[in-house]
C-alpha cells in the first residue's frame, strides 16, 4: 500500500506570512492523485486541492498553492498570506488511480495562525 | 450540493456490544470508504467498497466487518467493541475518475 509521510505535527505561522506544510510520498504506480484536506475544530474535512501525478503545471487554488516534486515524491502545501482562519489540522493523501482509486492519509499537520 | 450523513454524531457504546455505524450518501457514487481517525495517526483506512456488495480490506481491518447491500449506503461493523476502538469514524465517498471524495460529519465512539 502507499505510504503518506507528514513529518510535521505542529507549525505556527504569523498571521499574513505565507506557510508550506510538507508532505512525502511513496509509490510504485505512476497513476496517482495527491490531495490535501483542512479539519477546522468544526471535525469536517474541507477539500483544498487537487495533483495529478500526470499534470505537468503545480495546481494553484486561491492562496493555495501544491509544490510538486515528482522525482522526490513529495507534495507540499503552500498557504500564502495566512488568516486566523486557517488554523486548522492539514491532512496529505493519495489515490492510487490503478489500484482500485484507494485513498490513503498522513498523519496530518496542526497549523496555528498567531495575530 | 453531494451529500454524506453519518447516522450519529456521538455514540457511547459498552464494551462487548455490537456496534453500527451508517454512512449514506446521495449521489450515486460507487466508492465509499471508512477510516478511524486518532490524534498524531491521522486518517487510517478501514474498509472500502467500489461497488454494492464488494468489500476490500483497507490497513486496520481487524476487529471489523462491513456491509454494502444498497449503492447508497456502506455500513461499518464492530462485531464486539472494545475500549481500543474509541476513537473518531469518518465516512465518504466519491465518484470513479472524479478527483474529489466527500466526508460525512464523523461519528465520535466512546467504548467504556
Known amino acids: 500500500a502507499q505510504k503518506i509521510t507528514q513529518t510535521q505535527p505542529g507549525m505556527f505561522v504569523q498571521e499574513k506570512e505565507a506557510v508550506t506544510l510538507d508532505c512525502t510520498y511513496d509509490?510504485?504506480?505512476?497513476?496517482?492523485?495527491l490531495f490535501w484536506y483542512k479539519q477546522p475544530s468544526s471535525g469536517e474535512m474541507i477539500f483544498l486541492i487537487y495533483q495529478g501525478s500526470y499534470d505537468q503545471q503545480n495546481a494553484t487554488e486561491g492562496r493555495y498553492s501544491l509544490n510538486f516534486q515528482k522525482a522526490r515524491k513529495s507534495a507540499n502545501l503552500v498557504i500564502s498570506a495566512s488568516q486566523l482562519g486557517d488554523s486548522a489540522m492539514y491532512f496529505c493523501a493519495m489515490r492510487d488511480w490503478d489500484n482500485n482509486n484507494d485513498m490513503r492519509f498522513g498523519a496530518g499537520t496542526r497549523l496555528t495562525v498567531k495575530p | 450540493d453531494v451529500k454524506v450523513t453519518q447516522s450519529s454524531r456521538y455514540l457511547v457504546k459498552r464494551t462487548g456490544e455490537k456496534v453500527f455505524l451508517e454512512c449514506v450518501q446521495d449521489?450515486?457514487?460507487?466508492?465509499m470508504f471508512w477510516y478511524r481517525q486518532d490524534p498524531g495517526l491521522g486518517l487510517r483506512l478501514i474498509y472500502f467498497s467500489y461497488d454494492v456488495k464488494m468489500k476490500e480490506k483497507g490497513d486496520i481491518p481487524e476487529g471489523y466487518s462491513v456491509s454494502r447491500e444498497k449503492k447508497e449506503r456502506f455500513s461499518l461493523i464492530l462485531e464486539s467493541a472494545s475500549t481500543n476502538q474509541t476513537s473518531m469514524y469518518l465516512c465518504a465517498s466519491f465518484i470513479t475518475g472524479n478527483t474529489e471524495a466527500f466526508f460525512g460529519q464523523g461519528t465520535r465512539l466512546t467504548v467504556v
Open positions: 509509490t510504485s504506480d505512476p497513476s496517482y492523485g
Open positions: 449521489m450515486d457514487h460507487e466508492n
